[in-house]
């Protein structure tokens, strides 16, 4: 069994920043694709940022020159660094992961979600 937990969400002002994390427990091998999510009210889950085992990060254009995804391969935790927060911003950011699994199985994980609110 595998568990991703998420912190770091909160309150913050227009234009403040906050850093989201995400550790990956349990039962893994390896984790290939690690990224977050993000579900606004009365929106759909929609991608955020993901990076890859190497390195290789993708961003929604919504967010891209403000937030920065990364990773602790030795800590099997992913990070997000976000600046510049606008109100559009404000939504339940969820970790996900492909796992590895010690059978040689690919296993998707989700968190059980942060919520970020931007507001003054």
């Known amino acids: 069994q595998v568990q991703l937990v998420e912190s770091g969400g909160g309150l913050v002002q227009p234009g403040g920043s906050l850093r989201l994390s995400c550790a990956a427990s349990g039962s893994i091998f390896s984790i290939n694709t690690m990224g977050w999510y993000r579900q606004a009210p009365g929106k759909q889950r929609e991608l955020v940022a993901t990076i890859m085992g190497a390195g290789r990060t993708n961003y929604a254009d919504s967010v891209k020159g403000r937030f920065t995804i990364s990773r602790d391969n030795a800590k099997n935790t992913v990070y997000l660094q976000m600046n510049s927060l606008k109100p559009e911003d404000t939504a339940v950011y969820y970790c996900?992961?492909?796992?590895?699994?010690?059978?040689?199985?690919?296993?998707?994980?989700w968190g059980q979600g942060t919520l970020v609110t931007v507001s003054s």
């Open positions: 996900n992961a492909v796992i590895t699994t010690p059978r040689l199985q690919y296993l998707e994980v």
